[in-house]
């Protein structure tokens, strides 16, 4: 071999395009594999639509046990606002409460009697209701009314805080999935093995599986955020450009994790139960449904170093807080430590046969 | 003897051994393999066939022992290497969703020298199976596609690993053309088979291995001579008389 003639590759492109191309046609062919990965970020926007349709409140479900004084208790109830009465059998009452049917049971004796789960926010808030409600029909006098001054501004609603969770939380699964069970399929059909015996850089081979997927990324974070935007009125404040970059930072750094958790692993139980592994503690720590700052101050440093933590973070200051790139390059900097661990690690163990 | 470089050594191995915890794989293995040669690894299963050839491949680490390949080491030659020889091995599983034409692509980028993607789909016959999925392919063309994917750098050197096992009798013959053609035009081949009349027809030497060793080498037609007349009187003597003669037993466990 004499390295002053220059390389014939007999028409194929560069390796690195060569073994991208190949793993994006090879996802583009397997009808389920897109069926998910576009479906489920769809699914999740149209449940939190469901679940938090724009401004409305969800009214307090009432039931009335039968008694002398049902009657005028279903009316005084009727009037109010935000209370909606629900006929239950006879007998039935307290399984309905029990299983959330309605909130709260209003024994019609005189006066009243309240049956509720307190530790439920929902029945604490059905009581305060139904209270008010029945104590203005038995004339109470109040010295006074407040001015309500409800938030309805677009960026402030959790549904806001919501969606930038749902990008962070699509692009970690869709990343580390994708390439895990792939890699998992190849080492297991010896084609690993195979290409290994070829000339080809194993490098080249794992930053192709990485780069391929960024193609599939536009429309994977690309469908919650355009459903947030145009279903939900989320607001985007930042520039596009820098959420695109912290989108392709974060997919990049979840590949890598990707690889390193497939780089030993050779049955599909094996990858399915380390993704899991992975992937769990942070659905819950890292901030996707709920503030990660609930957790103790302990625990926190641990949780801020988590990718997905960074991601979400990172996402939600530029979606909803309209910062520039430079003010996340912290998460940024957390998400670029895993990535560039993550893959020289995996380089270093993967099992090739 | 000095081997480096030199033209006449295909491969070279000297004393291989490879363990498996207790179990010892190869066990002292030598041979030599010429170049413009074909030669023939023979023998039972689990008599250390495979293990020897992904050694040989550089593929797996021998435990003890010398190995040279076109008068080169993988220790200091295996990017080389890796560009001078091409590769076929038992069980790969080529990607389904991927065409033929898209396969011989992806292996033809990783070599820097070598044949169009259009020679090599004429050379295994395979044209008018450009555009298919490698999931629709016959067991021979699956086959005929993995020998096309070790031809894609024009190797100087073939490795086969049971080439033909499970193929019917038309897609053996039409791989047998294959492999004669390429030794034709010069190149080395090492196989690995337990069919004697593969080894027949298409070897110069063969070794028979059991146990991990090289239990006797030479022509084809040598061995068949060296096992004496009485055989040759009933019926034409044929290779597989030589195996059975020495590896003994007609049925083994895996």
Redesign the interface.
Known sequence: ?KND?P?????????L???A??RL??FA??PEAVFWAFIFPIIMSVTMAVAFPGSGTKPAVVGVEPGAGAAAVRAALAQAPGITVRDVPPGDEARALREGEVHLLVVPTEPPAYRFDPARDESRVARLLVDEALKKAAGRRDPWSAREEPLQVAGSRYVDWLIPGIVGLTIMGTSMWGIGFSIVQ?RM???L??L?????RRSEYLLAQVGGRMVLLAPEAGVPLLFGVFVLGMPIRGSLLSLSVVCLVGALAFGSLGLLLASRARTFEAISGLMNFAMVPMWILSGVFFSSSNFPAAMQPAIQALPLTALNNALRSIVLEGSPLRSVAGELAVLAAWGIGGFALALRIFRW? | MNYQNHPVVGVRCANLVKRYGDVVAVDGLSFHVDRGECFGLLGPNGAGKTTTIEILEGLLEPDAGEVEILGLTWRAHERELRQRIGVQLQETQLADKLTVEETLRLFRSFYHRGRTIDELLRIVELESKRRSWVAKLSGGQKQRLAVACALAGDPDLLFMDEPTTGLDPQSRRQLWALLSHFREQGGTILLTTHYMDEAETLCDRVAIVDHGRVITEGTPRGLIASLGAPRVVTHQGTLEDVFVALTGRHLREE
């Open positions: 071999m003639q390389i014939d590759r007999g028409g194929a492109s560069h390796p395009v060569e073994l191309l190949a046609k090879e062919r397997e190849s059909r010896k084609l093995k195979r290994v015996a070829s000339p080809m046969r």
